[in-house]
């Protein structure tokens, strides 16, 4: 199995994020444990800074694990539980399309309320360097739903060899068994959608 990357990004800054970002990171860690070389790298950034915030995001990886509320009254952002730290994507879309770097990560976990709906989909198209496997949530999600989705879902894409698959073929597959996991942990259905996202026209023109 080839050494894979995993950003963790912590835009929510409160005690219930810090405790779910901390039990991602301990089940990551899990992971690797006993193995004689690491088969996951994590990354973890938990910062206020634009800047930071921004590079975390074009950062190459495998997964791109974000953690915040998620609005889209006006347009879709990520935000903390103060306030003062808000990231919109149409904001992250023309600063990607300034230096001609997008998201480019194989996969995308916006761990947030409702943010799977159409409008975070089609805003998420225009940061795109390229095709995504995006897992957005239908409702709103709290820290429970979110640690039973992550430990089915990373579960499932470190146990598959991935031998012959693509990342995005690997973290689709993973994105579906945790969404079969979790329905059949919880007796409810899973409020964490699957999809396949291409870069918009936009995107396109801006990272060629």
Request: aromatic share 8%; with cysteine; net charge neutral.
């Amino acid at each position: 199995m080839r050494n894979r990357r995993v950003s963790l990004l912590d835009i929510g800054l409160d005690q219930s994020f810090d405790a779910s970002m901390a039990f991602v990171q301990s089940t990551l860690q899990s992971i690797n444990a006993g193995l004689p070389v690491p088969i996951v790298d994590i990354d973890f950034v938990r910062s206020r800074d634009p800047d930071t915030i921004f590079a975390a995001f074009t950062a190459a990886c495998d997964v791109l694990h974000v953690m915040a509320h998620g609005d889209h009254a006006e347009t879709p952002t990520f935000s903390s539980t103060d306030g003062k730290t808000m990231l919109a994507l149409q904001e992250f879309g023309d600063y990607a399309a300034e230096r001609g770097h997008g998201l480019n990560a194989s996969a995308v976990l916006a761990d947030g309320c409702k943010t799977g709906i159409g409008a975070w989909q089609k805003a998420l198209r225009d940061c795109l360097h390229g095709e995504i496997v995006y897992i957005g949530t239908s409702t709103r999600v709290g820290w429970h739903e979110g640690t039973v989705f992550a430990s089915a879902f990373y579960g499932a894409l470190f146990r598959n060899k991935g031998k012959g698959q693509t990342p995005l073929a690997q973290a689709l597959d993973a994105a579906d068994r945790a969404v079969k996991a979790y329905e059949a942990i919880t007796d409810r259905a899973c409020p964490y959608k699957v999809m396949v996202l291409e870069p918009s026209r936009q995107a396109r023109l801006a990272f060629r």
